[in-house]
């Protein structure tokens, strides 16, 4: 059963517009939310995170918005560069106990920025 | 400059054979974890450890094996059970006082033959 489901496997959008990924979990524990990013034959780099007591995060191009109610959560790329082409991952993390930390991750959104 | 070493990063191997990857952390971090991708699949956690001598499965366990014998090294191995090893192997760490960003190595390419 996936926890962390991200539907769209890929995503394209022009540059300079607005890119929106989108993030879906079923686990009311998660707590913690983050998004990373991904280049071919590369490590996933940590992008912008979240806690569940906001709703909104922002870093630069890059802003992550929270509904706990709808347990979704979307990444807003403004304004999209062709070095933002990558997968995107979702993970979330459930606060399991002292010492305890997993994430639990996304498949992935491909996103490509044309030029 | 700390971080994740992980070796090697492209690895071919015949069928049956046991194989051992490497992950080296200088980050002084705590928990060491190893993950699989596969395409379309995402990242799936194989192993985790939060202490020296200490290491809990994660979702896809069966078919590897892992040690931590040092703060700094967590190697992983797939042995010839691991019934469909060719994959991309990426392992991380992090501190464990509270939510915190797992710091990813580059990963190995596992090919088998």
């Known amino acids: ?115 | 400059d700390g971080g994740i070493t992980q070796s090697p990063k492209y690895l071919f191997r015949k069928e049956g054979q046991n194989v051992t990857l490497s992950c080296e952390q200088n980050l002084n971090h705590d928990a060491m974890y190893w993950y699989r991708q596969d395409p379309g699949q995402g990242l799936r956690l194989i192993y985790y450890s939060q202490i020296v001598n200490d290491f809990q499965k994660g979702d896809i366990a069966e078919g590897y094996s892992v040690s931590r014998e040092k703060k700094e090294s967590f190697p992983l191995t797939v042995t010839s059970a691991q019934k469909n090893p060719t994959a991309f192997y990426l392992c991380a760490s992090t501190f464990l006082n509270g939510a915190n960003v797992l710091t990813f190595g580059a990963g190995s390419r596992l090919t088998v033959l």
């Open chain 1, 1 to 115: 059963d996936q926890q962390v489901k991200q539907n769209s496997p890929s995503l394209s959008v022009q540059e300079g517009r607005i890119s929106i990924l989108n993030c879906d979990y079923t686990n009311s524990m998660f707590d913690y939310f983050l998004w990373y990013k991904k280049y071919p034959a590369e490590g996933p780099t940590f992008l912008i995170s979240i806690s569940s007591i906001k709703d909104k995060n922002e870093d630069g191009r890059f802003t992550v918005f929270l509904n706990k109610s709808a347990k979704h959560l979307s990444l807003h790329i403004v304004p999209s560069q062709p070095g933002d082409s990558a997968v995107y991952f979702c993970a979330a993390s459930a606060n399991s106990g002292a010492g305890s930390y997993q994430l639990t991750f996304g498949k992935g959104t491909k996103l490509s920025v044309i030029p």
